[in-house]
């Protein structure tokens, strides 16, 4: 199954842990849905949205776990994006890994540490 991501603040994973599931960030609550990005969107997602932020995680989520929940919607410039109108199980979670950032200040994705 493709992975899906979620980019997150290690204390609101570490609380969604505890309880079995994440509700979303603030601004997933806002909107109504919780925002992921696939591979390509990451590095994309992560400059534009988190720049400057430490403590984050990147959350690998299975998206044939999420049902049709799971809509992949037009978003900046045309692609799609998936979005979660639900909360998110943790059982539908892959891996976690820490996102540090760069000399830069952008949190670096798998491809930039690798």
Known sequence: MPLIYKICPDALWREAEAAGRFSGAPIDLADGYIHLSTGSQ???TAAKHFAGQPGLLLIAVDDGRLGEALRYEPS?????FPHLYATLDTKAIRWVQALPLGR???PMTPEDIA
Do not use: H
């Open 42 to 44: 990451l590095r994309e």
């Open 76 to 80: 900046r410039g045309g692609a799609l």
């Open 104 to 106: 830069d200040g952008l």
